[in-house]
Nanobody
Framework: QVQLVQSGGGLVQAGGSLRLSCAAS????????MGWFRQAPGKEREFVAA???????YSADSVNGRFTISRDNAKNTVYLQMNSLKPEDTAVYYC????????????????WGQGTQVTVSS
């Protein structure tokens, strides 16, 4: 079982940038599709971005062009670079391992990180 520990996040003004990290332990993630989700207050958790084991990336329309997911298999870590942040990006962000895609929808088969708060002020 993979354990995921997140870091980064915090408070930033609109238009600013943040980078989230997700360090995995327990086994290598190089063969897994990895991703990020977020949950805003009163809303369901939603897909943000995914990166396949071949480093092909996908992102939600709401963050496309602003957020970039990447991975460093040597460090067993996945990143989410968030630029041009907006107040509506405020949420708790979760990384996840072993994503799968079916009917154009991503789901998580593996582990979740502990979550990290991102707050964007206007």
């Amino acid at each position: 079982q993979v354990q995921l520990v997140q870091s980064g996040g915090g408070l930033v003004q609109a238009g600013g940038s943040l980078r989230l990290s997700c360090a995995a332990s327990g086994r290598t993630i190089r063969y897994y599709h990895m991703g990020w989700f977020r949950q805003a207050p009163g809303k369901e958790r939603e897909f943000v971005a995914a990166i396949t084991s071949s480093a092909i990336t996908y992102s939600a329309d709401s963050v496309n062009g602003r957020f970039t997911i990447s991975r460093d298999n040597a460090k067993n870590t996945v990143y989410l670079q968030m630029n041009s942040l907006k107040p509506e990006d405020t949420a708790v962000y979760y990384c996840a391992s072993q994503l799968s895609k079916s009917n154009n929808r991503w789901s998580v088969v593996g582990s979740w990180g502990q979550g990290t708060q991102v707050t964007v002020s206007s």
